[in-house]
């Protein structure tokens, strides 16, 4: 406890003590819960504001938290924040791109990278890492996620929460991360946002939950509450989930903040018939700041007065945010992270954009390659596509502090590289082109331009350079605000004409790399069966172009694997790879099924009985979750593992496999080790993602793989309730799999004993 933060309660009233909970919006803005964010500076003054958005201008915030600290009666700093998801003003790749360089070092430093920028910039606490597993690509915000598994979840929320905070908030280069948004937001019905979650205890602790579990783990000092409702509970009034779970069962003890006006949401919900109610509701469950709804300021003095609310309870959340300033070190010096000079030189420095660039490659994955990749360097190339030369659209969504110049467009980067002889540039379609489309993906500026003339004569140019031409580079994809909030999409194939334009090139007969840039898995299967190259690049930042043009022209050998399915159409949404094995059809089914390898399991049987049924096409996705080629060969010896039968919580399998690089580049591979249940008290996902590493190796040059499995590995919780899990591992038999994606698998069996 601390002298300074308890002094300061003393001598507080309780008008003030709320005030620290209330979280100001900038400015007015449209939903009209903002409204109250006029006549900022004298509610400062008067103490009625403990935080608020961070994205002004460096002066403005050095001016308010002026007033904070000089004219406010108990002097407590503000502290400022802001959405820093991908970089703040040097924009790295989406999230979900990140993720798929599997390599959490490298997340760990552009986050270190953005919290440089974004302090600098004024900034104390970050809205961000999203840990929302996400299973469903119509849903947009799987842009902003770690993608589909829980364990990348799980080691993207850590490196972030690291890379944000360090092991000290107080240094003037640290900020305070936030996990959101808790919890199983990603399980929206239907991919639509905002909507309802029903998630069992079951898939809400064995899914859904651990990447929570490890930002909590790393220290993270807030967390932020799901919009949505969770089986009829709407997270921010989620007595269970927030109090029985997050605060006491693990013990955290940061903040917990509402989302964007989801206080006032409580009404909408149709659990609270007035914001009154609903601001009652919320702050009983836990949360400790109201975001910009203002029902705490509005209602808790009164909500105290008339007994319904403890004044104590308000003593603990007021102490808490008390507490986060003292450990951002803004008692001591609440200017710290407010000088334009320093500013100025940390940011989109050499170092951030060789970052960027580097992280951009890395996040490239190779879905498919017919031999046409890499480019060589004297090729002329047609490159045709309206994400060629875009750069409103290179940042990809939710990039707040970005801005669109500083981007580099594939266009600029291939110049860059092979210089401008080389490189034919036509646009060739519109991203949309529905003028109404348009209209509201520009939310963030000019990111979908309508080009004047018809489609059918952008493709007749795009063709006509094609022919001159010896390769084509299709630069297709989604815009930029496809995905991130509220940016459901029912067809998750490419947009507008821009088939159409791929469908002419293919016709001219040159060799066709496709570029896929977007915020989601696409279906793309006609680009799969057609298409030379594809190469999907996500939105990859401030040096896409760059970045893209090391990976085409070899300099970079891709390496990156998908962190999400992608599925051939929509109808197969939700679609992931840890599936439970279904109880049809019965023949082939049972633990003997088991490291078969024609039938691995019961569900690669389920999805050709459903094929008989005559659906269209396969149920497994296009690509799998795991899948990303690189321009090296690398071949997988066999699965070797030094027993198979174990006993007792300490006994180790140590299970291994030889790599070799048999083609002609050096690259790096991720090797990937997966684990199933096939007789447990509950249907156990088919195959779950244990381990992996990353090996690079020079052409020729072979490795053996080594992973060491324990009883915890084998791990799952029953959970029965949402509040009081313990994980458990039931002795028996086990699948052990290891390969190059979780649908091509070496597997083996283990039997998995107590010791007696
Ligand atoms: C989003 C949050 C975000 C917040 C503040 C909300 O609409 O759901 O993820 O942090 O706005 O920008």
């Not at 979280?23 to 103490?47: M, N, Y």
């Not at 109201?290 to 105290?304: A, G, M």
């Not at 100025?344 to 498919?368: M, P, Q």
């Not at 962190?563 to 599936?579: T, W």
Request: proline share 4%; glycine share 8%.
């Amino acid at each position: 406890m601390s002298d300074l933060v308890e002094a300061l309660l003393s001598r507080m009233s309780l008008a003030e003590k709320v005030g620290q909970l209330n979280h100001l919006a900038a400015s007015a803005d449209s939903t009209g819960a903002g409204a109250a964010a006029t006549d900022i500076e004298s509610r400062i003054r008067r103490g009625e504001v403990g935080s608020m958005a961070g994205g002004l201008d460096l002066e403005r915030l050095k001016a308010l938290q002026r007033i904070a600290v000089a004219e406010s009666a108990n002097k407590i700093p503000l502290i400022f924040a802001i959405d820093v998801i991908h970089g703040h003003r040097t924009i790295f790749p989406l999230p979900l791109g990140l993720a798929c360089s599997w390599d959490f070092s490298l997340i760990k430093d552009t986050a270190r990278a953005a919290a440089l920028e974004a302090t600098a910039a004024g900034i104390t606490l970050a809205w961000a890492p999203m840990l929302d597993v996400s299973r469903d690509a119509r849903w947009g915000r799987c842009a902003e996620s770690a993608g589909e598994d829980p364990l990348l979840g799980a080691m993207l929320g850590r490196a972030m929460v690291e890379g944000y905070q360090q092991d000290d908030l107080a240094r003037p280069d640290s900020m305070m991360a936030t996990a959101k948004h808790f919890a199983g937001y990603g399980f929206a019905e239907g991919g639509r946002d905002y909507n309802a979650v029903d998630a069992s205890a079951y898939r809400m602790h064995n899914v859904v939950l651990p990447p929570f579990k490890a930002a909590i783990d790393a220290g993270v000092g807030a967390v932020m509450v799901g919009f949505h409702d969770l089986a009829g509970i709407p997270c921010t009034a989620h007595h269970e989930l927030l109090h029985d779970l997050l605060r006491e069962r693990w013990g955290f003890d940061g903040l917990i903040v509402s989302d964007y006006t989801a206080i006032l949401e409580l009404v909408h919900h149709g659990v609270a018939a007035d914001t009154k109610e609903a601001a009652m509701l919320a702050f009983n469950a836990g949360v400790d700041i109201d975001l910009v709804s203002e029902c705490y300021v509005r209602h808790l003095p009164e909500l105290v007065a008339e007994g319904r609310i403890a004044e104590a309870a308000i003593d603990r959340a007021c102490r808490r945010v008390l507490r986060a300033k003292e450990r951002l070190g803004l008692f001591s010096d609440p200017y710290r992270r407010l000088d334009a000079a320093h500013r100025d030189r940390v940011t989109l420095t050499t170092e951030t954009r060789r970052l960027a660039r580097k992280a951009a490659a890395k996040s490239c994955v190779l879905l498919k390659n017919n031999r046409v990749l890499p480019l060589a360097r004297r090729t002329s190339i047609a490159l045709i596509g309206p994400l060629a030369d875009s750069r409103a659209n290179m940042q990809g969504t939710w990039a707040v502090a970005a801005r669109a110049d500083d981007s580099v467009t594939l266009l600029e980067g291939l110049r860059a590289a092979v210089g401008e002889n080389h490189i034919l540039y036509a646009k060739g379609a519109n991203i949309v082109d529905n003028a109404n489309v348009a209209a509201r993906l520009n939310v963030f500026g000019e990111i979908c331009a309508i080009d004047a003339r018809a489609p059918a004569d952008m493709r007749a140019e795009a063709v006509a350079l094609a022919r001159r031409a010896d390769v084509v580079v299709a630069c297709v994809g989604e815009a930029r605000e496809h995905t991130g909030e509220s940016s459901t999409r029912s067809e998750l194939g490419l947009p507008g004409s821009q088939p159409d334009l791929l469908r002419a090139l293919r016709a001219t007969g040159k060799p066709l790399v496709v570029v896929t840039m977007s915020g989601r898995p696409l279906a793309l299967e006609w680009e799969d069966a057609n298409a030379d190259a594809i190469l999907h690049c996500w939105f990859g930042g401030t040096e896409t172009g760059n970045a893209i043009a090391d990976v085409l022209f070899g300099e970079v050998n891709p390496s990156g694997k998908l962190a999400m399915s992608f599925p051939r159409g929509a109808g197969q949404c939700p679609i992931h790879y840890a599936e439970a094995p279904t109880g049809r059809p019965i023949d082939k089914i049972g633990v003997d099924a088991h490291g078969d390898d024609e039938n691995a399991n019961g569900r690669h049987v389920f999805r050709k009985f459903t094929t008989a049924c005559r659906l269209e096409g396969p149920h497994t996705p296009l690509y799998a979750f795991g899948h990303g080629l690189s321009y090296s060969t690398f071949e997988y010896g066999a699965l070797i593992l030094d027993k198979t039968k174990l006993s007792g919580e300490h006994d180790v399998l140590h299970a291994s496999i030889e790599l070799h690089n048999a083609g002609p580049y050096a690259g790096e591979e991720i090797v990937q080790l997966y684990l199933g249940d096939p007789v447990a008290s509950r249907s156990r996902p088919v195959r779950a993602l244990k381990a992996f590493r990353k090996i690079s190796l020079q052409p020729g040059q072979s490795q053996r793989v080594d992973f060491a499995i324990t009883v915890n590995d084998l791990k799952f919780f029953r959970a029965e309730r949402l509040s009081s899990p313990e994980p458990i591992w039931e002795p028996g038999i086990f699948i052990v799999e290891i390969g190059r994606s979780s649908d091509k698998l070496a597997a083996a069996r283990v039997e998995w004993h107590v010791k007696k």
